[in-house]
Antibody, heavy 118, light 109 residues
Framework: QVQLVESGGGVVQPGGSLRLSCAAS????????MHWVRQAPGKGLEWMAY????????FYADSVKGRFTISRDNSKSTQFLQMNSLRHEDTAVYYC???????????WGQGTLVTVSS | QSALTQPASVSGSPGQSITISCTGT?????????VSWYQHHPGTAPKLMVY???KRPSGVSNRFSGSKSGNTASLTISGLQAEDEADYYC?????????FGGGTKLTVL
């Protein structure tokens, strides 16, 4: 069965950096695009970034463009989210999700909490 | 990338039907069949319920159905059950980005 396990969350100071990982299993990782989606405390879901199956192209939400970078290592069935210049408003649970090739997220991880606080 | 507009809450009794609306613009919902709907029980992973506007993933009950008219997409849940109580989000893909709705809390009375 499909499994997505996020890691790397924690507490970081404003202006700091953090790298999230998402280990995938149960499907042919190198044939599917992947997403990162977050949920701030008490707020709704917010799409962050997408990377194509081969890493050839990526898309970002305006709120993180230039600060966050999505990447993947198909040899390790893992995707990453490098987060720089973190702000208080980046505090959220970050979910890794698999694209179903219909531009929807058909499987999600349990999420990892990122807290930006001084 | 403005969030799609959903009602903050809807409610219904067991066995009834409810519809959750999702209003966007001609640049997203109105210009795309790529609307998806997610069910989210707090503290768990979101679950895909509808994709490409009206398609259901394998394993999703046929009580859940999606539709679209103009700039508004809708999710209808028929035969409400207690376990349907959750937050529901719509999402639209357009112009190299995805945008979610603000979410709707469904209460089963």
């Amino acid at each position: 069965q499909v499994q997505l396990v996020e890691s790397g969350g924690g507490v970081v100071q404003p202006g700091g950096s953090l790298r999230l990982s998402c280990a995938a299993s149960g499907f042919t990782f190198n044939t599917y695009g992947m997403h990162w989606v977050r949920q701030a405390p008490g707020k709704g879901l917010e799409w962050m970034a997408y990377i194509s199956f081969d890493g050839g192209y990526d898309f970002y939400a305006d709120s993180v463009k230039g600060r966050f970078t999505i990447s993947r290592d198909n040899s390790k069935s893992t995707q990453f989210l490098q987060m720089n210049s973190l702000r208080h408003e980046d505090t959220a649970v970050y979910y890794c999700a698999k694209d179903n090739t219909g531009w929807a997220c058909d499987f999600w991880g349990q999420g990892t909490l990122v807290t930006v606080s001084s | 990338q403005s969030a799609l507009t959903q009602p903050a809450s809807v409610s219904g009794s067991p066995g009834q039907s409810i519809t959750i609306s999702c209003t966007g613009t001609s640049s997203d919902v109105g210009n795309s069949n790529l609307v998806s709907w997610y069910q989210h029980h707090p503290g768990t992973a979101p679950k895909l319920m509808v994709y490409e506007g009206s398609k259901r993933p394998s394993g999703v009950s046929n009580r859940f159905s999606g539709s679209k008219s103009g700039n508004t997409a809708s999710l209808t849940i028929s035969g409400l059950q207690a376990e349907d109580e959750a937050d529901y989000y719509c999402c639209s893909f357009a112009a190299s980005s995805w945008v979610f709705g603000g979410g709707t809390k469904l209460t089963v009375l």
